[in-house]
């Protein structure tokens, strides 16, 4: 095995083969941002400056998860300010339900007495961009990532963040936008803050898109098949009705005009990869193939 310093990175490999992007969005239906400003060791929560007692970040972590939340680290783009401040957002990404709650405590160990409904803070009209950032985590996400979230903040500095892991490392630059749950890849190949502009107007780049994170992976691969047959870019298009499981296939019917799409998929295993730049052991994941693909 080639040792992880010497080898090409793992988002420059996934170029390579092609990976598909489709039905790969980190799943959460709810997400709990915390600004921890400064470097992040591996673990953003139990190795960073901003947080001395890794016992306080632990629980920090361990109340968001236990409550079934997806959590990550936000910080500014570029210099940091002499005084740290400790900003929060809660977001909820169900579809029709949306919200964006913010606010702001005094110091991290008040991260642990917010109220995970948002109901502490206020609501925001304005979306939320975390793209990751994390190099500790993954060299790709230092290199890739900090160029998008320049090219967002230059456009968008009020909405921008950069953010700690959101997983799919080998598709960096990766991208989070709340409240609608839009995981967006690659980004740095492209207009990134074109993607945040369509997202203004209700739209969104299925070619960047890795899925909705509310929707489960099977779903936001039916839904990249169906965008790609009908030409479909609203973000609210498409909901799912219907998720039957059958035989190793997936049938998902989907809300379309005139009449609802109905597509069918399958899952398929890769050949063995290494899907982060520090994994040492290659292994399958897991992707979707087009079945079929009608009116219902």
């Given amino acids: 095995m080639t040792p992880a310093g010497k080898r090409v990175p793992c988002s420059d490999q996934s170029l390579a083969r092609d990976d598909p992007i489709h039905g790969t969005a980190s799943a959460g239906k709810a997400w709990l941002l915390l600004e921890l400003a400064g470097a992040w060791g591996h673990s953003a929560f139990l190795q960073s400056p901003a947080i001395v007692e890794s016992q306080l970040g632990r629980a920090i972590v361990r109340r968001a998860e236990t409550a079934g939340m997806r959590i990550a680290a936000i910080r500014r783009h570029g210099r940091r300010a002499a005084t740290p401040r400790w900003r929060w957002f809660v977001a909820h990404t169900d579809p029709g ?6 606010g702001e405590v005094s110091g991290p160990a008040e991260y642990l007495d917010i109220a995970l409904d948002g109901s502490d803070g206020r609501p925001t009209p304005d ?14 996400c230092a290199v890739r990532g900090r160029a998008a979230v320049a090219a967002i903040a230059d456009a968008y500095p009020e909405w921008t963040w950069e953010c700690s892991h959101l997983g799919g490392d080998r598709f960096a630059a990766t991208m989070l936008v709340l409240p609608k749950g839009l995981c967006y890849g690659r980004v740095d190949s492209t207009d990134a803050a074109g993607l945040v502009r369509l997202y203004l107007d209700g739209r969104l780049d299925d070619a960047f898109l890795r899925g909705r994170t509310s929707l489960p992976h099977v779903v936001q691969a039916a839904q990249h098949f169906a965008r790609q047959a009908t030409g479909e870019d609203r973000i609210d298009a498409l ?7 059958r035989e190793g296939r997936t049938r998902v019917l989907l809300q379309h005009d005139p009449q609802p799409v109905e597509v069918v998929v399958r899952d398929r295993l890769t050949e063995p990869l290494l899907s982060q730049c520090s994994a040492s052991v290659p292994g399958r994941v897991r992707t979707f193939e087009l079945v079929s693909l009608g009116g219902a």
């Fill in 127 to 140: 979306p939320l961009v975390a793209v990751c950032a994390h190099g500790k985590h993954d060299q790709c």
């Fill in 239 to 245: 909901a799912p009705l219907e998720v039957d499981h």
């Fill in 97 to 102: 339900l949306e919200t964006l709650h913010h």
